[in-house]
């Protein structure tokens, strides 16, 4: 009888820790957040012309970015120390990730 509590306590502690990890790796795009959250860059989605662009100003795959304001879907961010602006539809090509 103790090995089947102790069983199903192990399954349900491994289902806790399957969601943890499940939470942490939801990707969700920049303009899903919201005023002070913080993620990190895991790709930039469109054209190759904009992936350049972003790229330049240190939208890179890796980088911390926190939200610093948003109004009405544009927003503000802050990402490698420097302060950009952004339309919600840029925004939505920079996929992110809960920082952990």
């Known amino acids: 009888m103790e090995n089947v509590i ?6 349900q502690m491994t289902g806790a820790n ?9 990707q969700v795009p920049l ?11 895991v790709k930039i989605r469109g054209k190759e012309d904009l992936q350049r662009h972003l790229g330049t100003m ?13 109004v ?3 927003m503000i961010v802050e990402v490698k120390g420097t302060q950009v602006a952004l339309s ?13």
Do not use: D, Y
């Not at 102790?6 to 399954?11: T, W």
């Not at 399957?18 to 939801?26: E, F, K, N, Y």
């Not at 911390?64 to 948003?70: D, E, M, N």
């Open 6 to 11: 102790s069983m199903n306590a192990n399954k």
């Open 18 to 26: 399957a969601q943890t990890a499940s939470a942490r790796g939801h």
């Open 31 to 41: 303009s899903f957040l919201q005023a002070g959250e913080q993620a990190v860059i």
């Open 58 to 70: 240190g939208f890179v795959a890796g980088a911390s970015i926190k939200v610093v304001s948003q």
């Open 72 to 74: 009405a879907g544009n």
């Open 88 to 100: 919600q539809q840029v925004a939505t090509h920079v996929i992110t990730s809960a920082s952990s």
